[in-house]
């Protein structure tokens, strides 16, 4: 793989106040509603040149965990992207919209405009969703299958509502009187098994051309999904096996589709716990966990893959024969798959699968060391076809985003796996970019 084509993200998020985190007495956790923490990060990330920041969502709140921590709680990632928007230039700004709650016009409406507002540096993470159905009158959640073809309608309805009032529309001839040449502007009539939609949409398109599809579910149907539409797939990848199956397969899906397999960039989150020495940043991360006990781990794993360890000795290893056959649905077969297939694969004790990514965080590649480690852990990932870059998520305490930006990327850029400057001004550019 070219060391000139990796591709960097920012989770938009103040990731060093989760579990124990916020407690810390430097984490700006009273700046969690506010905007100047988000406009610091994405500020510090134009800097450094990086594609986008990224602002995943959810519409649903749990009310147990927040009586220890932050939680769900979120700000709307339009409201927030738009206002970041203003006070940036180049950085891509790529928001979370759910295909499952949110009705295509809205979406197809809110992403146009927040493409306007910059110029060009919109991209829509596209998800089914996990959760909040209660919030949206369609009790029980459905199927993830069943949510993935709605999703493909969803977003034939909005790149149609796109293409509605085209930019080549837009005369505004003051001389002529004409503002708008209305035989472009017209309707879609769109009649399909989940959504009515005539249109056109009132945004028009603007000159910087169709907006980046991220897409994360990673699912059967979930890849053949983004191998279908995705520029880039937010992956889960705990290891470099995960990483390297993932990427060959959506390459070698996305080529039968015809499509060049370089179109869609594999880019996994990016968990950093970092600090100036390992031993620090281990007890950074002991401590951060400190609270997530044993039974929430259990809880976790018999809700992904229906294995009860409360029975089992801590010294048992696990195979593919304690595996039950799960015929449920499960919240996300993305998670629920990679539990299982790190047991086929490794064969741990009951012990060790208790401390795993899949198991006590979101299943993300998790780097706990010093800046070094992590630009060698890249280095690794990229070197061995596990990814095409990366979203970084820096967590436990606020060195660890201090260190990214000021150790990690500059290592990166340095040693010439990274661009020193933008070549271009739209989210597109930077992702066809190779430097
Ligand atoms: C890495 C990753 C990140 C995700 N982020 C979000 C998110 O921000 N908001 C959301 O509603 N769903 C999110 N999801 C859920 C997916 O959109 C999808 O609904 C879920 O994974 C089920 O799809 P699957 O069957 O392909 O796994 C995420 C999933 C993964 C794997």
Redesign the pocket.
């Known amino acids: 793989m070219s060391q000139s084509s990796i591709h960097i993200g920012l989770a938009l998020v103040m990731g060093w106040l989760s579990a124990n985190g916020w407690r810390r007495d430097n984490s700006q956790v009273e700046q969690l509603f506010n905007l100047q923490p988000y406009l610091d990060l994405a500020k510090q990330a134009e800097q450094a040149k990086l594609d986008f920041v990224f602002r995943?969502?959810?519409?649903f709140l749990k009310t147990a965990p927040l009586a220890t921590e932050p939680g769900f709680s979120n700000l709307d990632p339009f409201v927030l992207l738009s206002a970041i928007a203003s006070h940036t230039q180049k950085i891509g700004l790529v928001a979370?919209a759910?295909t499952?709650f949110l009705p295509p016009y809205v979406v197809a409406r809110q992403l146009q405009s927040l493409h306007w507002l910059s110029q060009g540096r919109a991209g829509w993470?596209?998800?089914?969703?996990?959760?909040?159905q209660q919030n949206f009158g369609e009790s029980p959640l459905s199927p993830?299958?069943q949510?993935?073809e709605k999703a493909q309608e969803h977003l034939e309805v909005v790149q149609k509502l796109w293409h509605s009032y085209p930019n080549s529309s837009l005369k505004m001839d003051k001389h002529s009187k004409q503002f708008a040449d209305i035989e472009q502007v017209q309707p879609i009539q769109h009649t399909g098994e989940y959504f009515h939609v005539k249109g056109p949409l009132s945004t028009p398109a603007t000159p910087f051309g169709d907006i980046p599809l991220f897409?994360?579910?990673?699912?059967?149907?979930?890849?053949a999904?983004a191998a279908k539409v995705a520029s880039a797939v937010?992956?889960?990848t705990p290891d470099l096996e995960a990483g390297i199956e993932l990427r060959q397969d959506l390459r070698k899906r996305a080529a039968q589709l015809g499509r060049d397999p370089n179109e869609i960039k594999v880019l996994?989150?990016l968990s950093l716990y970092l600090a100036e020495t390992r031993k620090e940043a281990e007890t950074c991360y002991r401590d951060t966990h400190a609270g997530f006990d044993l039974e929430r781990r259990y809880a976790y794993v018999e809700e992904a893959i229906g294995l009860n360890l409360r029975e089992y000795d801590d010294h048992h290893v696990l195979t593919e024969t304690d595996l039950p056959e799960l015929t449920r649905p499960?919240?996300?077969?993305?998670?629920?798959?990679l539990m299982r297939q790190y047991i086929i694969r490794e064969h741990p004790s009951v012990n060790t699968f208790l401390q795993r990514p899949e198991v006590c965080g979101?299943?993300?590649w998790l780097v706990i060391g010093t800046a070094e480690d992590a630009v060698d852990s890249i280095i690794e990932r990229i070197s061995a076809g596990a990814a095409d870059g990366f979203i970084a998520i820096p967590g436990g305490h606020i060195q660890s985003a201090q260190l990214f930006f000021e150790k990690v990327m500059p290592a990166l850029a340095e040693q010439g796996w990274f661009r020193r400057e933008y070549q271009g001004t739209t989210l597109v550019e930077h992702l066809n970019e190779s430097f």
Do not use: M, W
């Open positions: 995943p969502d959810t519409l979370t759910s499952t993470n596209l998800v089914t969703a996990i959760e909040g993830s299958k949510r993935y897409q994360a579910g990673a699912s059967d149907q979930g890849r999904f937010f992956a889960a996994p989150g499960v919240r996300s077969q993305t998670h629920s798959n979101s299943s993300h």
